[in-house]
């Protein structure tokens, strides 16, 4: 146990073995000894080793100590001791060598001089050799499996080393280590269960932790947001006191930024999970003037970039959108706002809170709105644009302040097309306030002031409030300025063409040469009054045709492009400036090539790139500050279109302006006839659902009709079941005599008050078969009408036809079944009266009661000659149908006639089921009558017979009636 002695602090006897020797005697005691107690010291004598020798206790018992995790794990002390090793051998950290340092004493002290460069030489070692060890432990991905299961075990001995040695790795070799933990079984899960641990060391290395793997891997940052993070991590900043928080409020921040930036997935399941609205007391700052130390300073920068990343212009215009509706309505604008006019605020969170507040009100009409409406706590109270436009012009302001208030007056104009009619309203005379200031006065002012940073910044301002706007560019034209006593006053535009041939600055005339390149593209009135100035068209050529320097080469590019826009949108309406005679100017003073490449010097410049990537202005240095965002684009629409313009000839012009004709024309035609379509193909769709809706029609009448046939057949079978039943009643009772008392009398008298009413009955079918008649006549005369007006006839007609033919057709059945129902009803109820009267032979009155069966029998006579009369009426009403068939099927009629007849029979169906229908219900009536009446004869002892031998009985009745006499 020498060996062990001299590293735990002993003092051995005899000659001290050096450090690899004894660091090989340790990994022989570890791999050998079969007590835990001897491998936990070996392992933590290791552990002292590890930071002085780390080369050698890498190199030899890397193994060793792999071995130990996986057979000691029931150790938890012996296993903290070989996580702790493992760490310092892979962990690159600079107080690690700065230790080391210490504890070489008095012996590093005659090397202070050259302690810079050593150190620095030494790191780059240290951070070779951890990337090195690194790589030889994750080649075998089963070890780092094996750290993930460590992480399960709660002892704080094992969690914390465990948690320390796995940020390690991580910092060496990210991306491998990351692809490891992806396609290990609960690898995230396990990581993020760190966040929940009670103990907050543990708690905030895993935070470290988790910042270091969600780097770069959308997948991971994807599974980490699906386990709950977001919830979590809000929770923490939350209890640690927002932005008054510590260092672990920043660690939250920075692994919400990696979560959120650049994955669009991750900010929509933020913003779907309410958690914007959580963001809002982040930005409750007070009105301390006091208290911004450097942390609250940190977190509170972290806070708003968070802000911009869920609205950047790079995400997707929806998700942006969206996000920007959900910060208006929870506060959050009006919150960023306040801090926006607050007192005290430092100047970067100053800054960045512009940059955001531009960002959340970009695009976005109703976040616009309301920064219109903002105002600032002066006296009296300024709009906050109007505060904000002060600062840009003021040459005192920092730098990256003026940046972002340019940037925050460039959203608040994009895609706001009221916005930008309101500054240039501030420009007109009409609206000018002397008492006030405003956003228009400070923009000129700025851009006719001797600082070049504000004449570019009031220029570039001035174009966006006329990008995409025609109206606004013809407004603008109408602004005078004064420019001394006793002159008259000179348009906006020749203001800037006369400071612009002076000869300022190369950073005001690129603003200047900005504005009027955005100002009169696409605004052919623009163009004439800028060509209205003689001066104008000579002082660009002169600029592009000189050999200037370097510097000036930009602003001879600028002078082409306006040039070149003054061509192509020009109306010819100037003599002098036509743009034949341009094109001619240009070839005799300029050359053709020398202009195309003099425009085309202007996107190989190096800060044209820069500017093209993002609508943010950043410049490192005001010298930088030359091409807007908005104009690389404007370039990069009309360079080519400018090119081929200026290289075609009159005659190729002619020739286009003729093509452009003729397909103007041709479009033209085009457009008739896709009107004249458009009406056939609505034509055509109404026909058709005037053709689907007469089918239903014809389908629901024909299933009308067949349910009515069913229902006939119904009643024609129940009529028979019942006609059998009287039958065998009849024969069972045949013989049974029986006395009829004054009951049976009160009976007669009830069968005549209902053949009364079946007169009635009768008397109303007549009335509805005299209107029939004339509704037949009304169609005669009708569908002669129609013989007269009919001009052709097509399939549609035929196929109504046929349908009427078919209607018709079971109109005549259903008339002829009706009048065979009647006689069949009559001829029952004569049997029923018969069988009444017969069955009362014995009575005293019979000769009272004949007489009143032969008026019954007279009357019935009389209601079958009516029936009779109906069944020839009927015939000719059917008659008179078939005529009129014949005259419709030769009118040949129109379609609208044809539609019109078709409903008046399809009414006429109607009706004729209406009667039906009360026909059925008065023979349902009948029946259940006679059913009442032959109850009544059973409940007397009457017996009711057959028709034979009812009429035997009336021959035998009368031959006793004659023997009587």
């Known amino acids: ?427 007109l005379p009409s609206t000018i306030d002397a008492n006030s200031i405003s956003a228009g006065q400070l923009l000129c002012g700025g851009l006719f002031s001797t600082d070049s940073v504000s004449n570019w910044c009031a220029a570039v301002a001035l174009a966006h409030a006329l990008q995409d706007n025609l109206t606004q560019k013809e407004q603008l034209l109408r602004v005078q300025l004064a420019t001394s006593l006793g002159n008259p006053p000179v348009s906006l535009l020749q203001q800037c063409t006369n400071i612009l041939s002076q000869g300022s600055k190369v950073q005001t005339r690129v603003g200047l040469l900005m504005l009027l390149c955005t100002w009169i593209s696409n605004c052919p009135i623009a163009v004439t009054h800028f060509l209205h100035n003689q001066a104008n068209i000579p002082f660009l050529t002169g600029q592009i045709s000189e050999n200037l320097g370097e510097d000036e080469e930009l602003v001879q590019g600028l002078c082409a492009l306006l040039l070149g826009i003054c061509i192509y949108y020009n109306d010819n309406s100037l003599e002098n400036y036509t743009k034949e005679k341009l094109k001619q100017l240009i070839e005799k003073r300029i050359g053709k090539e020398n202009f195309v490449e003099k425009l085309g010097s202007i996107c190989k410049h190096e800060l044209y790139s820069r500017a093209a990537q993002k609508p943010q202005p950043v410049f490192s240095s005001p010298e930088q500050m030359l091409f807007d965002h908005e104009f690389t684009k404007l370039v990069k629409e009309l360079e080519a279109v400018l090119t081929k313009t200026v290289h075609k000839s009159s005659e190729e012009e002619k020739k286009e302006e003729e093509v452009k004709k003729t397909l103007e024309q041709h479009d033209s035609i085009v457009t008739q006839y896709k009107e004249l379509i458009r009406e056939q193909d609505a034509q055509i769709n109404e026909l058709k659902t005037q053709v689907s809706s007469m089918k239903t029609q014809n389908e629901q009448l024909q299933a009308s009709v067949t349910q009515q046939l069913s229902q006939i057949q119904q009643h024609k079978d129940q009529y028979n079941v019942l006609k059998l039943k009287l039958g065998k009643d009849s024969q069972q009772h045949n013989g049974e005599g029986a006395q009829v008392n004054g009951v049976q009398l009160e009976e007669l008298s009830r069968l005549q008050e209902e053949l009364e009413e079946l007169k009635k009955q009768h008397g109303v079918l007549q009335s509805q078969l005299a209107e029939k008649d004339s509704l037949i006549e009304k169609m005669k005369s009708e569908g002669a009408h129609a013989v007269e007006g009919t001009a052709g006839s097509s399939e549609n007609n035929s196929e109504l036809q046929k349908e009427l033919e078919t209607l018709r057709a079971q109109v005549q059945s259903q008339s002829a079944e009706i009048s065979q129902l009647q006689a069949e009803r009559q001829e029952l109820l004569k049997k029923a009266e018969t069988s009444a009267i017969v069955s009362a032979p014995g009575n005293t009155d019979s000769s009272a009661a004949a007489a009143k069966i032969t008026e019954l029998e007279k009357r019935l006579s009389e209601v079958t000659g009516e029936t009779e009369k109906i069944k020839e009426e009927g015939k000719i009403w059917s008659d008179s149908k078939a005529a009129l068939e014949q005259q419709v099927a030769t009118a040949n009629s129109s379609v609208a006639i044809l539609q019109n007849e078709k409903s008046k029979l399809q009414q006429e169906v109607a009706e004729s089921k209406k009667e039906q229908d009360d026909l059925l219900m008065l023979l349902a009536d009948q029946d259940q009558k006679i059913k009442s009446l032959k109850d009544k004869l059973k409940e007397l002892g009457e017996p009711i017979e057959e028709d034979d031998d009812l009429d035997t009985r009336d021959q035998y009745d009368d031959e006793d009636d004659e023997d009587d006499d």
Not at 395 to 407: G, H, M, N, S, T
Request: aromatic share 6%; net charge negative.
């Open 1 to 427: 146990m020498n060996f062990l002695r001299g590293v735990m602090g002993g003092q051995p006897a005899g000659p001290q073995p050096s450090g690899t020797e004894t660091i090989q005697k340790l990994c022989d005691r570890v791999a050998s000894s079969t007590l835990l107690e001897d491998r936990r010291d070996a392992v933590r004598a290791l552990k002292a080793l590890s930071k002085k020798y780390r080369s050698e206790v890498a190199s030899q018992a890397m193994s060793h100590l792999i071995h130990i995790l996986q057979t000691d794990s029931s150790d938890s002390e012996i296993i903290g001791y070989a996580l702790d090793t493992l760490y310092n051998i892979f962990s690159n950290d600079e107080e690690e060598e700065q230790d080391e340092s210490e504890d070489g004493g008095p012996s590093s002290s005659g090397k202070q001089s050259s302690k810079p460069a050593h150190d620095e030489n030494g790191q780059k070692q240290a951070d070779d050799l951890g990337c090195q060890f690194t790589e030889i432990f994750i080649k075998e991905q089963e070890n780092v499996t094996l750290l993930l299961s460590l992480l399960e075990e709660f002892d704080f001995h094992v969690r914390w080393p465990g948690v320390k040695l796995l940020t390690a790795l991580l910092k060496n070799q990210c991306s491998q280590v990351q692809a490891v933990i992806l396609v290990s079984p609960m690898g995230v899960s396990r990581l993020m269960d760190l966040l929940a641990d009670s103990r907050e060391v543990i708690r905030n290395d895993g935070l470290l932790l988790l910042q270091h793997l969600t780097k770069g891997n959308a997948a991971i940052q994807k599974i980490v947001a699906f386990e709950n993070a977001f919830e979590r991590l809000l929770d923490i900043i939350t209890e640690e006191g927002n932005s008054d928080g510590g260092i672990v409020v920043e660690d939250c921040l920075l692994l919400l930024l990696n979560l959120l930036k650049n994955n669009s997935s991750n900010q929509n399941f933020f913003k779907e999970g309410s958690y914007i609205q959580r963001m809002k007391p982040w930005f409750e700052v007070g009105d301390e003037n006091s208290g911004w130390s450097a942390q609250k300073v940190t977190n509170l920068h972290l806070m708003l970039q968070l802000v911009r990343v869920m609205v950047s212009p790079v995400n997707p215009p929806g998700a942006t959108s969206s996000c920007q509706k959900s910060m208006y309505h929870c506060g959050l604008l009006q919150q960023l706002c306040t801090i926006l006019m607050a007192t005290g605020v430092p100047a970067d969170i100053l800054t960045e809170t512009i940059n955001t507040v531009s960002e959340v009100i970009r695009g976005s009409q109703v976040n616009q709105d309301y920064f219109a409406s903002v105002n600032a706590p002066s006296n009296p109270p300024r709009p906050a644009i109007v505060v904000l436009l002060m600062s840009m012009v003021n040459e005192k302001q920092p730098f990256v302040l003026r940046c972002a208030v340019l940037y925050c007056f460039q959203c608040f104009l994009y895609k706001n097309q009221k916005g930008q009619g309101e500054i240039v309203a501030t420009l």
